[in-house]
């Protein structure tokens, strides 16, 4: 059976167990200092430490291997665009310049800004990783009552947890109306050109979109009769309250916090410069 792009996966992990709640405050605290921080010792660390959660939670390299393609691709994407633009927002950021190879006019390949370029890269996988972690290890009934108890409209925090469980039925869908174009002879698969397998996706994709927004509207209409959102609160049958593992899961990635915050004032700033004498 062949895995979901993005989904819930329930197995049996301290990470599974930990509330929705503390796992969110977990992720936006991660991402918020891995987005701040330009300390590449700081940064390595946190994606060192995201690797390690990965291997607790028990998610498996088949388990995101399409989710992490498209993060390398956009990835290698990105930091070819700022070299193209930017080539020397490096030597800018670190007040000096040591050439590795002279290019042609401001296309110099300098130390700084292959330093600069592998702390982005190293900020993709210190950021992007805890997102991933909290999706696949947090139940999406769980997770709307998380932002429901963090101060979100409960109207907000179910639509998220419905969008969430909608993703495998939609990816489901299409894998359905995929194989049934190949059963007719509409090769899709990896043997095809890529042109090929573009245009037929974009035919599946697209009324397929269309079918899942007619779900949506029944979906709606269904809710609006069960008079969903008549009153200002409601319960929650997947909420989980708090418990020693939880806090200590969140004291540990605050001890990340303080550490990144310490190091903007050692470092005089958000960069570790290694250039400076």
Aim: aromatic share 14%; charged share 20%; net charge positive.
């Amino acid at each position: 059976m062949e895995n979901n792009l993005i989904g819930y996966l329930d197995r049996d992990t301290f990470i599974h167990r930990l509330s929705g709640v503390s796992k969110l405050i977990c992720f936006l605290l991660l991402s918020v200092i891995g987005m701040i921080s330009y300390d590449t010792r700081f940064l390595l660390g946190l994606s060192i430490f995201s690797i390690l959660v990965f291997y607790w939670a028990k998610i498996r390299y088949q388990d995101i291997a399409t989710v992490i393609k498209f993060i390398l691709f956009f990835s290698v994407l990105n930091l070819t665009a700022i070299y193209l633009f930017a080539p020397e927002y490096g030597v800018t950021i670190y007040e000096s310049k040591h050439v590795i190879w002279q290019g042609i006019g401001r296309y110099t390949l300098t130390q700084e800004q292959l330093f600069y370029e592998f702390n982005l890269l190293l900020k993709y996988f210190a950021t992007i990783p805890p997102g991933l972690i909290f999706l696949f290890t947090t139940n999406p009934s769980e997770l709307a009552s998380s932002l429901n108890r963090i101060g979100f409209s409960y109207k907000i925090s179910y639509s998220v947890a419905l969008a969430l469980r909608y993703i495998p039925d939609i990816q489901e869908d299409f894998r359905t109306i995929s194989k049934a174009q190949q059963a007719r002879g509409v090769e899709l698969s990896k043997k095809a050109p890529l042109t090929q397998r573009v245009k037929g996706n974009l035919a599946i994709a697209i009324p397929l979109i269309f079918s899942s927004l007619e779900r949506i509207d029944n979906v709606s209409a269904a809710m609006e009769l069960r008079r969903f959102g008549k009153k200002k609160k409601r319960s929650w049958l997947m909420a989980k309250p708090l418990q020693k593992q939880d806090i200590f899961a969140i004291l540990l990635v605050s001890l990340f916090v303080v550490i990144g915050i310490s190091l903007y004032f050692i470092n005089q700033g958000r960069f570790y410069n290694p250039f400076s004498s």
